[in-house]
């Protein structure tokens, strides 16, 4: 039986310092099917010299294009329609896979239950200066649709998603700035049902940094445009409701362990 092949998309945008990370471990997958497509927004650093070294070494699994973009989602929906595997991820420029085996254990969940569209599991979160330590575990395991009207989704960095379901209800909206990835797991998981299967598995480790928890302002932005994905999508809910999501992600964090 032929394996499933997997899509995994970095964006990318001055990426220099971290990208190289990005793509030894997608390199380092033990699964046999992978293609690593990098967007890169027209980087004036050294990440298009880092990607070119490793082209080599890819073998024709690494394929990449740099332009201006308008906005990582935008980026992400170039991705996703270059895109040629049958389950479709994303992995951030400043990540990495936690384990070599990661790809072939979520294989082995789709093949196992061949109807499921989704799967996903859990992520942790290190310092820039110390990769080895981490400093918060988000698990998805307590995540369901009844959850995203207090804000809270499963990690969207270990998310995989059947590329037909692209194709059938469409991508990430470029209109957000910072939550296009909860309005697409809510679109996906509230309105169409989709089939999920969550994987106990650390599947990504993640810098401390990113575009959502950069700062106080970027929360804010975020949880303003959590609210405004809600009432898009017909999910009531409100600002009280929707800051929930801090208290749930600290308390799985103490509670929900590797």
């Keep these: 039986m032929k394996k499933m092949k997997v899509s995994i998309i970095t964006v990318a945008y001055n990426s220099g310092k971290t990208l190289a990370d990005a793509i030894e ?3 380092g997958q033990t699964h046999p099917d992978i293609e690593h497509w990098i967007i890169d927004g027209g980087s004036a650093d050294d990440t298009l010299e880092i990607i070119r070294k490793y ?3 890819a073998q024709g699994r690494l394929h990449w294009i740099s332009e201006k973009d308008r906005g990582i989602y935008d980026a992400m929906n170039k991705g996703i329609a270059r895109c040629t595997g049958d389950v479709i991820g994303i992995l951030n420029s400043d990540d990495f896979f936690t384990s070599s085996d990661v790809i072939a254990r979520m294989v082995a969940a789709f093949e196992q239950e061949p109807d499921t569209d ?4 859990d992520v942790h979160f290190v310092k820039r200066g110390n990769l080895g330590k981490c400093v918060r575990y988000y698990s998805g395991r307590i995540f ?3 959850l995203i009207r207090f804000g809270y989704i499963a990690p969207h960095t270990s998310f995989y998603i059947r590329r037909e379901v692209f194709e059938k209800y469409g991508v990430y ?4 700035r910072i939550s296009a990835d909860f309005e697409l797991i809510a679109r996906f998981c509230h309105i169409h049902r989709l089939k999920r299967q ?3 598995l650390d599947f990504v480790t993640m810098r401390m940094g990113g575009a959502s928890t950069r700062n ?3 929360r804010m932005l975020g949880t303003k445009e959590d ?4 009432k898009k999508i017909g999910i009531y809910s409100n600002w009280a409701m929707i800051c929930c999501k801090f208290f749930i992600k600290g308390a799985s964090t103490l509670f929900i362990r590797k």
């Design 25 to 27: 471990s997608v390199l």
């Design 55 to 57: 082209e080599p070494k």
């Design 118 to 121: 989704i799967v996903y599991g």
């Design 144 to 146: 369901t649709p009844a």
């Design 173 to 176: 909206d470029p209109n957000y």
């Design 198 to 200: 969550y994987l106990h």
């Design 216 to 218: 106080l302002r970027a």
């Design 227 to 230: 609210l405004r994905a809600c």
